[in-house]
């Protein structure tokens, strides 16, 4: 597609790029879609038909990929495929075969528990429920622009608490003892407001409010904080939520955005594979 700009339709957050057949991405049709990617933070791709290897493959094209966590009922990996991770509500044999079954998904960004947390990550859904399920995802450089000033200038330059016991499904994670106190769960400490190492602007990192520490401050002033922080966040203008079609595929920058899903009937079915390109540390503001 030599120097074509891609087809790009915008949302609140997030765009969708057309025409582009994610098996096969030429190198100018891959500078393209990276520079979307940092431009607009989330791009969907539609109607496509990847196999876990295709998947695998046009993941790396953005960077070494991270093994899949385990999932909170001890499951690895996809056979033969360490990278996969598979978002499930299935059961065969008594087994779920994926993480955060049918029922809501908290706002979060990925594994940010991490002192190096991923950078992107991947969803490629291969069967969808009827309705429900939807995912949901939030601009947080317009969430720190449009915070008023005043409740900026308390968190600015604050390192924030990532709790690593519970994932967004409100399961604790395997080889964690549950507990709710922040101070000493495990987790990383990140800068609250960050730079974002490709674009440069600022942008607020709070992956996610459950066990959530603003470092150094009472726990009850940390949680008024934080409350009012994550009361700004999920303003809806704020958010853009995307209705699953099976072969889409969603690509979201971590490091600038958080998602969240609703629940959806258990009787139905949701199969989706999802990557993860390693990412670095936060830089601070
Ligand atoms: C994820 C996630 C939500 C969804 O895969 O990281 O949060 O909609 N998934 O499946
Ligand atoms: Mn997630």
């Keep these: ?13 997030g765009a969708e790029v057309r025409g582009v057949d994610l098996r096969r991405v030429d190198p100018a049709e891959f500078a393209a879609v990276h520079r979307a990617w940092v431009d607009h933070s989330v791009l969907l791709f539609r109607d496509q038909s990847l196999t876990d290897d295709d998947l695998i493959r046009f993941s790396r094209r953005f960077g070494d990929l991270d093994l899949a966590p385990i999932q909170e ?8 495929h360490p990278e996969i991770y598979v978002v499930s509500n299935v059961v065969v044999n008594g087994e779920p075969i994926g993480s955060l079954g049918a029922g809501e998904a908290v706002w979060h960004t990925d594994m940010s528990y991490l002192e190096d947390p991923p950078k992107a990550s991947m969803l490629y859904a291969l069967e969808v429920p009827p309705s429900g399920g939807d ?11 449009s915070l008023p000033a005043e409740l900026r200038r308390r968190i600015e330059g604050l390192g924030l608490k990532h709790d690593g016991t519970y994932n967004s499904g409100g399961y604790v994670r395997q080889g964690v003892a549950a507990t709710d106190d922040p101070r000493n769960s495990p987790g990383a400490v990140h800068p ?15 992956g996610r409010r459950r066990n959530a520490w603003l470092v150094g401050l009472d726990l009850a002033d940390s949680e008024a904080l934080l409350d009012a922080l994550w009361t700004h966040v999920e303003r809806p203008e704020l958010s853009w939520a995307h209705h699953w079609r099976v072969g889409d595929l969603v690509l979201w920058d971590n ?15 949701r199969v989706m594979h999802r990557t993860q390109v390693k990412g670095e540390a936060r830089p601070a503001a």
Excluded: I
Aim: with cysteine; aromatic share 10%; glycine share 6%.
């Design 255 to 269: 490091r600038c955005t958080m998602h969240r899903r609703d629940p959806f009937d258990a009787a139905s079915r």
């Design 73 to 80: 009922t001890g499951r690895r990996f996809v056979e033969g």
């Design 192 to 206: 609250v407001v960050c730079t974002h190492p490709e674009s440069g602007r600022k942008v607020l990192y709070l």
């Design 135 to 145: 995912t949901w995802f939030c601009d947080m450089y317009a969430a720190l622009e």
């Design 1 to 13: 597609m030599g120097d074509t700009v891609l087809e790009l339709v915008r949302n609140t957050v």
